[in-house]
């Protein structure tokens, strides 16, 4: 059975740098094919993809934020860590980590955790 | 980038009823679009890869198609726990994009 779960602070100062650690079970990112994603979702909005990273260490992140953005992973702890600096009000958001599964013909987030809600204020 | 634009925004239907919602991505992704269903307050969940490939555990009610930008997902006999909001993602290209949503009320 595979599970995520997110865990970092609820709350962030603006200026702040924010780190969550994602703590997975159930598969290995040593696994050829296997990835973990950082997806957030501001209340009452959409979806977006934040970042990426692959059993071989390959990282994508979003452009719009690449700058801000780190993803990390620690296989022996099975822990993927983001880190976003210079956070904003605006970054106010439920941050979720999923697993990823890839091949040649696809890719998609087969299991998510249960999302961290972040809020970002002074 | 390629954007990802949903239609309907939302609906409303009686249980029972066939239900399609429309994803187009801006440029052809070929087949890599996923939709996944979101309840409030909830993860979400994957329902559709690939375009049309059923994950293991989905209700066969369920099925998507569609390749290169215009891309479908269909609800044959709407249930009560379907209703939620359904969003269709792109796994072609980097930065991958969700879109705006479909949410799916009572009528």
């Known amino acids: 059975q595979i599970t995520l779960k997110e865990s970092g602070p609820t709350l962030v100062k603006p200026t702040q740098t924010l780190t969550l650690t994602c703590t997975f079970s159930?598969?290995?990112?040593?696994?050829?094919?296997?990835?973990v994603g950082w997806i957030r979702q501001p209340p009452g909005k959409a979806l977006e993809w934040l970042a990426l990273i692959y059993w071989d260490d390959d990282k994508r992140y979003s452009p719009s934020l690449k700058s801000r953005l780190t993803i990390t992973k620690d296989t022996s702890k099975n822990q993927v860590v983001l880190t976003m600096t210079n956070m904003d009000p605006v970054d106010t958001a439920t941050y979720y980590c999923a697993h990823r599964i890839m091949s040649s013909s696809w890719e998609y987030f087969q299991h998510w955790g249960q999302g961290t809600l972040v809020t970002v204020s002074s | 980038d390629i954007q990802m634009t949903q239609s309907p925004s939302s609906l409303s239907a009686s249980v029972g009823d066939r239900v399609t919602i429309t994803c187009r991505a801006s440029q052809s992704i070929s087949s890599y679009l996923n939709w996944y269903q979101q309840k409030p307050g909830k993860a979400p969940k994957l329902l559709i890869y690939a375009a049309s490939s059923l994950q293991s555990g989905v209700p066969s009610r369920f099925s998507g198609s569609g390749s290169g930008t215009d891309f479908t997902l269909t609800i044959s006999s709407l249930q009560p726990e379907d209703f939620a909001t359904y969003y269709c993602?792109?796994?072609?290209?980097?930065?991958?994009?969700f879109g705006p949503g479909t949410k799916v009320d009572i009528k």
């Open positions: 993602q792109q796994s072609y290209s980097t930065p991958e994009a």
């Open positions: 159930g598969f290995s990112l040593s696994t050829s094919g296997v990835g």
